[in-house]
């Protein structure tokens, strides 16, 4: 008789990462942030690829959980975006997988409005695919969607607090004012 538990990998905690503002300088106006129009304007933000080296060598999955509608309202090019996530993956190669949801928020029949950030579906399908433990993951994010969609996954929040002009829906767990301070309380805080 065959062991089911020993056919099944072991579900591991993952860190679920907004991108821009979290991982990437947002372009900021009028108080709000945009992401970068151009592979030029996408720059690391201080700290981040050593923050996630360190969180990726703690056992921790990292998957990019990010909407970028303008490329569904047709104002961004899809190619643009998967550059960015291309040279993303060169600047960080600890990250696993990028959920990517391009809709620009459609009818609340609309097939990608479950992947859309502030509801959890990219970060349930990519716990689906890699196998995640979403009882010990964390969602890091600037915005009320990222610290929502956390939430409604199930997973522990910390929300970057960037001083943006909107307010946030959700409590988060945490709040931390760049991806280094998060990931420190990240690692201060495990869960068996």
Known sequence: MVNRSESLPAL??????????TLNAPVIRDGQPYPPATLEEFQLLP???EACRQLHA???ALVVATNQPDVGRGTTPAALVDAMHAHLRELIPEIERIEVCLAPGQGIDHPENRRRKPEPGMLLDAAAALHLDLARSWMIGDRWRD????????????FLDLGYREQLRAAPDFTAPNLS????????????
Request: charged share 20%; aromatic share 4%.
């Open 147 to 158: 610290i929502d969609c956390g939430a409604r996954a199930g997973v522990r929040t910390v």
């Open 47 to 49: 700290g981040v690829a």
């Open 12 to 21: 591991r905690p993952a860190v679920f990462l907004d991108r821009d503002g």
């Open 58 to 60: 703690a056992g921790f």
């Open 181 to 192: 301070a998060a990931a420190r309380i990240v690692l201060a805080n495990p869960r068996p």
